[in-house]
């Protein structure tokens, strides 16, 4: 049966672990938060769409590891108190600072393309009802001419 010390010790390994696996999950996150701008700024919806999904399974992978960190810290009292205040730590903070702002910078251009979209539409529904008015206009005017001629 193990010790105390071991316990802890594997306890302590074992967030260090999850910590470092979540850092390098959001750093995978912040790249296709980078690439989600991009594709953002360049219209290319298709890449928009393929990024959006593999965010989702990163974002599921990072909420299990929050929960087995959130358990562990629990568990573990003080000790875990220390690890997450750790190089590590800080920078998972730091990843989630930066995806937060290229997020942001991707809703405020999806928001321009929206607006963009929707005064598009406009226009061309403006176009298609002249166009159709012309064209009943012009039915009824070419009936109008002379048989005789």
Same mark, same amino acid.
């Given at each position: 049966m193990p010790n105390l010390h071991q316990v802890i010790t594997q306890e302590s390994n074992t967030l260090i672990d999850l910590l470092v696996a979540q850092c390098s999950d959001l750093q995978k996150l912040l790249s296709l938060a980078r690439r989600e701008t991009v594709a953002v700024q360049e219209n290319d919806f298709d890449e928009l769409l393929s990024i959006?999904?593999?965010?989702? $399974?990163?974002?599921?992978?990072?909420?299990?590891?929050?929960?087995? @960190?959130?358990?562990?810290?629990?568990?573990?009292?003080?000790?875990g108190e220390r690890i997450i205040e750790s190089n590590v730590a800080r920078e998972a903070v730091k990843l989630?600072?930066? @995806?937060?702002? =290229?997020?942001?910078? =991707? $809703?405020?251009?999806?928001? %321009?393309?929206?607006?963009?979209?929707?005064? =598009? %539409? =406009?226009? %061309?529904e403006r176009g298609h009802r002249s166009s159709a008015a012309y064209l009943q206009d012009g039915k009824r005017n070419s009936l109008n001419y002379d048989q005789r001629l």
């Open positions: 959006t999904s593999e965010r989702t $399974k990163l974002g599921n992978r990072l909420e299990s590891y929050h929960r087995q @960190i959130a358990e562990l810290r629990d568990a573990m009292g003080e000790t989630v600072t930066e @995806i937060q702002t =290229s997020d942001a910078a =991707s $809703k405020t251009a999806l928001t %321009l393309a929206r607006t963009q979209t929707g005064e =598009s %539409l =406009s226009r %061309l």
